[in-house]
């Protein structure tokens, strides 16, 4: 099989094992011609063949601190050996020649390479089972494209598709409004820029030595940061198994202020005292127009109908009614605007 290779991953793949590439290093190797990556005849000798690393001491089913799902499945994983470079192949030429089984062989023994990696991308959105289980996709790809005859090791050619799943796993699903690719490539490239230079100046890093950095302007550096921002689910609880959520502390613009609700309710119990002086007809007018103990506001026409009187006769009796208010309103020592302030 034809195959090119990324000059990046050549040289990673010669100086260390793929489970010493740093973060940074893995960021540098997120690139979109990158998914496409295979490796030709002439990349042989660049690569060295390699011993399977040793995961077996790195996961224990008896890890107190995972969540119980996780607990369940490294206990399942942890029961596969891993395979010697001999075994690998002989069950990737299988897998090439069409035999599922190899192929479900590579993938079974190698589920805890993909833990391991999964576990560097904790606390970037995603938990660690669905980081899990997006990196075992880009470990089957990595079985179909595995040449054995290439003389180095599936775990150093698996370890690149994996990383490739995740951080794209991480770009759609992460967020609550997915970013373009090349956004979020450029968000980590801030970011990391920004730790190198924390790390050196030993001190928080500003928008302005960033742009420096890359000689873009600051506004522009500032308008991609502001992607970096993280969403939060209003129903998450404020601390650990509390009862209140974020929902609770944020105010409702449609709702009264308490002290809002208290004040009408004062005015409510008055304009009912008030009411209640007002002679038959015109309590009966006021109710209807402005809709008030139970029922719909109703038009000068609708009320008519109602009482037997004109259109003009119940416009003449609301306003000898409002006046009506308005006047037992001052004796009671309150303004007319509290009342008829709508």
């Known amino acids: 099989m034809k195959q090119e290779a990324s000059t990046q991953f050549k040289t990673r793949a010669k100086q260390k094992a793929p489970e010493q590439l740093t973060l940074d290093e893995i960021d540098d190797l997120n690139t979109d011609h990158a998914l496409s990556l295979s490796l030709t005849e002439n990349d042989e000798d ?13 996961f224990s089913a008896d890890d107190s601190e995972s969540p119980d799902p996780v607990r369940l499945y490294l206990r399942d994983v942890e029961t596969e050996r891993l395979l010697t470079a001999d075994e ?7 897998a090439q020649a069409g035999d599922e089984a190899a192929r ?13 990696i999964a576990r560097r991308y ?40 994996i990383r490739q799943t995740i951080e794209r796993g991480l770009m759609n699903q992460s967020r609550t409004v997915r970013l373009p690719v090349h956004v979020v490539k450029e968000v980590h490239s801030y970011n990391r820029a920004a730790r190198k230079l924390a790390q050196h100046q030993n001190a928080e890093v500003t928008a302005e030595q960033i742009a420096e950095h890359f000689d873009k302007p600051v506004g522009e550096v500032l308008r991609v940061m502001a ?22 502390l944020v105010p409702d613009e449609d709702s009264n202020r308490p002290d809002e609700l208290l004040q009408d309710t004062g005015v409510h119990h008055l304009l009912e005292k008030l009411i209640g002086q007002l002679d038959s007809k015109q309590k009966e007018v006021v109710l209807r127009r ?3 103990r139970g029922y719909e506001a109703q038009t000068l026409e609708e009320v008519g109908e109602v009482l037997g009187v004109t259109r003009e006769r119940v416009r003449q009796i609301q306003l000898e009614a409002v006046r009506h208010l308005k006047q037992l309103a001052k004796g009671a020592g309150v303004t007319a605007d509290v009342i008829f302030a709508d």
């Open 290 to 292: 402005f809709g008030l």
């Open 122 to 161: 904790l606390n970037r959105g995603l938990d660690l089972l669905d980081l899990i289980e997006e990196g075992n996709l880009g470990l089957m790809r990595a079985v179909e494209k595995f040449d054995p005859e290439r003389g180095f090791r599936f775990s150093t050619y698996a370890t690149w598709w």
């Open 104 to 116: 479900q062989k590579m993938i079974v023994c190698n589920l805890r390479l993909v833990i391991k």
């Open 227 to 248: 992607y970096n921002e993280r969403q939060s689910s209003f129903d998450r609880p404020l601390k650990g198994e509390s009862e209140f959520s974020l929902l609770d």
């Open 46 to 58: 660049s690569l060295e063949t390699e011993e399977a690393p040793d995961f077996a001491q790195t």
């Open 88 to 94: 690998e192949v002989h069950y990737a030429r299988k």
